[in-house]
């Protein structure tokens, strides 16, 4: 015999969701939180792609098949010099303080997910589909951020390409979704009075919490969050705060080369004997050909200082550390390009790793703040931090300051 859906003991009946906290109202509070959100976090997530300079080189370019979704790109500045720092810790903090609202909002409207029939019509199919689009992108965006805030990859392929594909995917559901229910949800939050919809239980059960405790709550989980994540933006006592990320708490050691990293020496495959002052050259290559340079020689050129922060694309950053070493734009001029600093390819002794090689466009190279840095702080380079010499650019993703730099190729790409 074929269950009645009606059955109060079935999810697709009702009378199976009793909690009173459900209602129209309490959905359309939580949703217009996300609206401005998750707004927020679409478009952070857009420049900090954008901040790859994707367009410019295959090396850079983690998503090829992207087609018109890379329509609004655009040479990415170098000013003001923490700009990469400040998205990059509005996208990640942001997107987790929001966690308990996204959960939130989707257990208050879960009866509709198994609401039967599942489509009276045409227009409502396309409604549900898009509600099913709408949350599974958020659960896949969201997800996947914070396992790489957490460092594990545990996801199949790169994170790159998953996570910017899905965030078309989500936001064009959510677009959709907020078109449609704005009105409704806008008209909600007018009546305190709750409106009869099949978000509210037929048969309620005994409340233990107003609707008003119910948003203290979720807002209160907010606040813990971002509390507990928004230190690993910042040096000092700040990052103790920080419990829930992986660059939070301690620095990783002391001294002028003890700053955050994201990758050591030897994780990266870093062989001293590379870099060892008798065996290491670094290979530059423009115009009128190639020159050789070792370390010391390098430190004979005229060195500049700059004060730069490290921003990673997981959230946190440094505060600004000072670098000592040589201009790109004089490296450029070694090799014939002294009038117009051209684009640059810079490749790195490391082995593995998806940015190992990696390139700048000319506004880049031509910054004056911008380094082939051989010291920080005061002392050399530590091989966790580039020693022999890496790369530094204001405004730029940390994945673009290539650590152990070996070779620098100046041209247009």
Avoid at 113 to 141: N, Q
Avoid at 211 to 230: D, K
Avoid at 256 to 279: C, R, S
Avoid at 334 to 357: I, N, T, W
Wanted: glycine fraction near 10%.
């Amino acid at each position: 015999m074929r269950d009645d859906p009606r059955d109060p003991r079935l999810p697709t009946s009702p009378g199976f969701w009793r909690s009173p906290l459900r209602g129209p109202w309490f959905t359309s509070v939580l949703g217009l939180v996300l609206l401005g959100g998750i707004t927020v976090l679409f478009v952070t997530g857009l420049v900090s792609y954008a901040a790859y300079n994707p367009d410019l080189s295959p090396v850079n370019d983690k998503t090829p098949d992207k087609g018109i979704l890379g329509f609004y790109l655009f040479a990415w500045p170098t000013g003001p010099h923490w700009l990469y720092r400040l998205n990059q810790g509005v996208h990640v903090t942001l997107g987790i303080t929001l966690i308990p609202v996204l959960l939130a909002k989707l257990w208050s409207v879960v009866p509709r997910l198994f609401a039967l029939p599942p489509a009276r019509s045409l227009a409502h199919a396309l409604e549900r589909i898009s509600l099913l689009l709408l949350v599974g992108g958020a659960l896949f965006e969201f997800v996947t951020g914070v396992l790489n805030v957490q460092l594990d990859y545990v996801f199949p392929g790169s994170f790159y390409p998953l996570h910017f594909y899905g965030a078309w995917v989500f936001f064009a559901a959510f677009v959709a979704h907020a078109v449609l229910k704005m009105p409704t949800a806008l008209r909600n939050l007018r009546h305190l009075r709750e409106e009869r919809n099949d978000l509210v239980s037929p048969r309620p059960a005994e409340p233990t919490v107003s609707r008003r405790g119910a948003l203290w709550f979720v807002g209160g989980g907010s606040l813990l969050l971002f509390a507990t994540t928004v230190g690993q933006n910042f040096d000092g006592p700040l990052r103790r705060t920080a419990l829930l990320a992986p660059h939070g708490g301690d620095e990783p050691g002391s001294g002028p080369n003890g700053f955050q990293i994201n990758k050591t020496a030897a994780y990266a495959g870093i062989d001293a004997a590379d870099t060892d002052e008798d065996a290491w050259r670094l290979v530059v290559t423009g115009r009128t050909g190639t020159v050789r340079l070792s370390r010391s020689q390098l430190a004979e050129l005229p060195l500049h200082s700059s004060a730069l922060p490290i921003a990673c694309v997981e959230g946190w950053s440094t505060s600004d550390q000072w670098w000592r070493g040589v201009r790109l734009r004089d490296l450029a001029a070694l090799v014939g390009h002294e009038d117009d600093p051209p684009d640059v390819f810079v490749e790195s002794l490391q082995r593995h790793g998806a940015f190992r090689k990696a390139a700048l466009r000319a506004n880049q190279v031509a910054d004056p703040r911008s380094l082939l840095a051989l010291y920080v702080n005061g002392e050399e380079l530590s091989p966790d931090h580039g020693y022999p010499a890496r790369i530094i650019v204001p405004a730029a993703p940390g994945v673009l300051n290539t650590k152990w730099v070996a070779r620098m190729t100046f041209g247009d790409l």
